[in-house]
């Protein structure tokens, strides 16, 4: 029932809010203590990063690491863990490299962006034309673009803003009669450091294939054409797309002691691409949302509502995990009380978006995409904001606006509240789809910060009388 | 002569200061505007690192850059323009890598160290051994590092503390039978990316090959020895020693009006490691030199002592250039007034370490021996900080005890007076000695405030009536 009058709103924000602090302020305590003590997470995340490692869709690793999360998932005690199959993109780098033929030899460090298709065997070589943008593309016209490989080298704006290039570039650049495509590396930091990610084919236009090189070598290139020097250039990927693969998500849970069948279900995605370890993405985001609900298990808290943590699969290249599990859910996705996703990185926690709707949607990742749904009250924020306030002690409850993550987008797009972990993210983007995002980066006391907010977050929203998105 | 009591001392420091800033005010604000307003030295620089790229003794773009270097003096109308020989050591990387082979397959990320020997051709393959100090190293023994490769993990504490694993690690762990030496990069912040960096062999010990991996993968075997896994590798180098090549020196001048004996020099290593542009190491730092005089030669300025611009070469492995131009000078380097070196890259100039003397002598590179000198006097060091208010509009002048650089080391060591270049040096070490040490690390205000300082300092040192070095 929708309240109005200033007077009403104020006791309807007011009431609650106390009441959920004082209900779980102890709880949430005993949790965030056991969080901030807790060892076995750490653990559990430095062996998938160091034993099992980078964990491609399609690659016996991400079997390797699904295989060891269900057995972790039953060691923790959680029940009715499954893997429930999922067909995923099986897309393979092989061998590949690109150098710098004029004015003078270089190797090009390079990652070929997933997805994209190779080049014949003895690679491709041409001229370079360079662009900041999509208008200096168009400005050149095809006379220009014609059978040149195009360096796409924009002004970095931060990842949202510049991904993009990377995303469209080469179906852009074909449209003109190129036969390949170089594109910066997205980051605002480099060390000489390519990144890889995956691009999305224009329908109807020529795939060429395209890859990433570093910030350095996309810099020195543009200086060359600015000052007219040509450059010519050498790529070779063996790139290719195979059928779809057998995979899985997985799943784990603490089911419900009053409505089982209601569900705050919280995860991120066990795959990553080829390279590195996958640490901050997203094997921190999938372990820190395990951990969460094993010390809740460890514990012995029993939450009115079932809490279940998903490794979702194939979000890199394809979000085939997100789609699964919802189509899996069936009519039941309106049972799902709340979705809560990590996938920033296990920097610092400053909070979560959360939202349901409409304006306040925005994405959170590259791959998520903004689906409009039912608008947030504001007393269903009013409900977050105050939940965050249990998390205080540990800075991490700052409740903004917006919410999601592309493993949980299908979800919010059939309804159900979002909470999206925001972290301070200072460096995430340094490393996220390159050879750097190792379990190094992982700060012990931040990546424990994190559990303890999705412990607290998960449990009260399990909880609590109210599902969170039906307040108003 | 020394002067005594408090009264006298406080003259003999305040009285030239006052002088000093009087003096020079003018020409500094014309000098320091010129700078401020340059593109050449940038431009040149750009040429330098995109044109010509790196440049290792013994290569032939290091003689590209000499030749170029003494056209460019030419060109800017300095005078006694020489390209003096020197002997340098020719070592070659060849074809390299270092691939983990246990527990899981995985390529390592490397680069030999400069002065190694190289592997059979089939390569090392052998179990590791890691240890964080040589304390460790030695309490493992003999029996367990015969026959295995070594990997240096020391604990971060900084360039000047920690490179003492880079520089001997491969000898001492050779005393113990160690057939291989991995290091972790010498950097504290790393984004996958192998520094490389000169060793030093020690006498006596058999010689064994040496390579940085990055800082991840030693984290990576540590965490993982830590654990008890077995890690294997397999460690690849072609790397050789040829018979020392035909080099040289690059110098040009302003002769002096007054007395052209009298020679205040500055400059930097025209060499650089065989990856990357060497644009902060030390690219910027001749190019900054070179452009400083070519600056005060457009000003139409006439100092009374010469100003000499010296490009130095071999620092990185070898100094053979610092030594050289030391034995050219023969009895005619106590005409030295003054050696000025700019080695630590283009970050936002600080000021000057200056010193001659004693205990204030520090290394200000790891090449650089800390040769004791003659003490530099209160009286004199005060004159260098006055001179440094010529530059407290750009924040550069100040002055702390120290100075020197690897390529003035010996110039210093007959007693002339030595300034070397600080700056903020915030990311000089992430970039140093790798790939990523590229033209767009150079913010171009921050090398335009080294050109005014050096120009500044040189042209002031060169002009006013004493020699720093005598002022007591």
Redesign the interface.
């Known amino acids: 029932m929708k309240k109005s009058g200033a007077l009403l709103v104020c006791c309807s924000l007011l009431l609650p809010a106390a009441d959920i602090e004082s209900q779980y302020r102890d709880v949430s305590k005993k949790i965030i203590e056991a969080a901030l003590a807790d060892q076995e997470g750490l653990d559990r995340l430095?062996y998938l990063c160091?034993?099992i490692?980078h964990r491609l869709s399609g690659s016996e690793s991400l079997e390797k690491a699904i295989q060891w999360s269900a057995a972790e998932m039953k060691k923790a005690g959680l029940t009715n863990v499954q893997t429930p199959p999922v067909k995923v993109p099986h897309w393979v780098r092989g061998n590949e490299y690109a150098t710098m033929l004029a004015?003078?030899v270089?190797k090009l460090?390079m990652l070929g962006l997933g997805m994209s298709v190779g080049t014949p065997p003895e690679g491709i070589t041409a001229d370079v034309v360079t662009v900041a943008s999509f208008d200096e593309l168009a400005a050149l016209g095809k006379e220009k673009v014609q059978g040149k490989i195009v360096l796409f080298d924009p002004v970095w704006e931060g990842y949202g803003q510049t991904v993009i290039y990377r995303a469209t570039g080469a179906s852009r650049a074909a449209e003109l009669g190129a036969v390949g495509v170089l594109v910066r590396s997205m980051t605002g930091?480099?060390?000489?450091?390519p990144h890889t990610g995956g691009l999305n084919y224009i329908a109807g236009v020529a795939k060429i294939p395209a890859a990433a090189i570093?910030?350095?070598d996309a810099?020195?290139i543009h200086?060359?054409a600015k000052?007219g020097?040509p450059v010519k250039v050498k790529l070779m990927m063996e790139a290719k797309t195979l059928p779809d693969a057998d995979s899985h998500n997985v799943m784990g849970e603490i089911r419900g002691s009053e409505k089982p069948e209601e569900v705050v279900v919280l995860g991120g995605h066990i795959d990553s691409w080829d390279i590195?370890q996958g640490a901050n993405d997203d094997g921190s985001g999938v372990i820190a949302a395990f951990q969460a609900v094993a010390l809740l298990q460890k514990l012995g808290l029993k939450p009115k509502r079932t809490i279940r943590v998903v490794f979702w699969v194939n979000e890199e290249n394809g979000g085939a995990g997100g789609r699964a599990y919802r189509a899996m859910l069936g009519d039941a996705a309106k049972n799902h009380v709340a979705a809560i996703e990590m996938d920033g990185g296990a920097e610092k926690p400053l909070g979560f978006g959360y939202g349901t709707g409409g304006a306040q949607r925005r994405r959170t990742t590259a791959n998520a995409p903004a689906t409009p749904v039912k608008a947030t009250s504001a007393a269903s924020f009013q409900r977050a904001v105050d939940i965050g306030k249990l998390l205080s002690g540990i800075g991490g409850g700052q409740m903004t606006p917006g919410g999601g993550g592309a493993d949980i987008a299908p979800l919010l797009a059939a309804g159900v509240p979002g909470f999206g972990v925001q972290t301070g993210g200072g460096h995430y983007n340094?490393?996220h789809h390159?050879?750097?995002d190792?379990?190094?980066k992982i700060v012990p006391s931040e990546f424990r910060a994190n559990v303890a907010s999705l412990a607290v977050l998960s449990f009260v929203l399990a909880d609590m009388p109210e599902r969170i998105g039906d307040i108003e």
Chains 1, 2 share one sequence.
């Not at 930091?189 to 450091?193: D, K």
């Open positions: 430095q160091d034993r490692g004015p003078t270089k460090p930091r480099s060390l000489a450091t570093t910030v350095e810099a020195l200086r060359l000052g020097v590195g340094d490393w390159t050879d750097s190792t379990f190094d």
